[in-house]
């Protein structure tokens, strides 16, 4: 089955940046929209930024200003940028597209980012 495989993660330092990097294990077609969500120890998946299948972006209120997310639907690819990370970022995060014609979302296993001097 074609999942989604992020990576990029690691230990950042605070105040650094990530690039984390989305992309399909296989081919995956009729991609609507794409985002990022992440969970930290003891606490539920959040969102931490999206595209919706209209174009527009939503980022969370937690990351605004300091997250840029990139998609290439066509090809199930996406890209997530954050800035200024302090430790209230550390998470495993993870991606994933919503597939229109099946009408289901697939996720990718997560990647671990850790913000610790």
């Known amino acids: 089955q074609v999942q989604l495989v992020e990576s990029g993660g690691g230990l950042v330092q605070p105040g650094g940046s990530l690039r984390l990097s989305c992309a399909p294990s296989?081919?995956?077609?009729?991609?609507?929209?794409m985002g990022w969500y992440r969970q930290a120890p003891g606490k539920e998946r959040e969102l931490v930024a999206k595209?919706?299948?209209?174009?527009?972006?939503v980022v969370a209120d937690s990351v605004k200003g300091r997250a840029t997310i990139s998609n290439d639907n066509a090809k199930a690819t996406s890209v997530l940028q954050m800035d200024s990370l302090d430790a209230q970022d550390t998470a495993i995060y993870y991606c994933?597209?919503?597939?229109?014609?099946?009408?289901?979302?697939?996720w990718g296993q997560g990647t671990q980012v850790t913000v610790s001097s």
């Open positions: 595209t919706t299948n209209l174009g527009s972006i």
């Open positions: 994933n597209a919503y597939q229109w014609s099946t009408g289901r979302f697939i």
């Open positions: 296989g081919t995956i077609s009729s991609v609507a929209s």
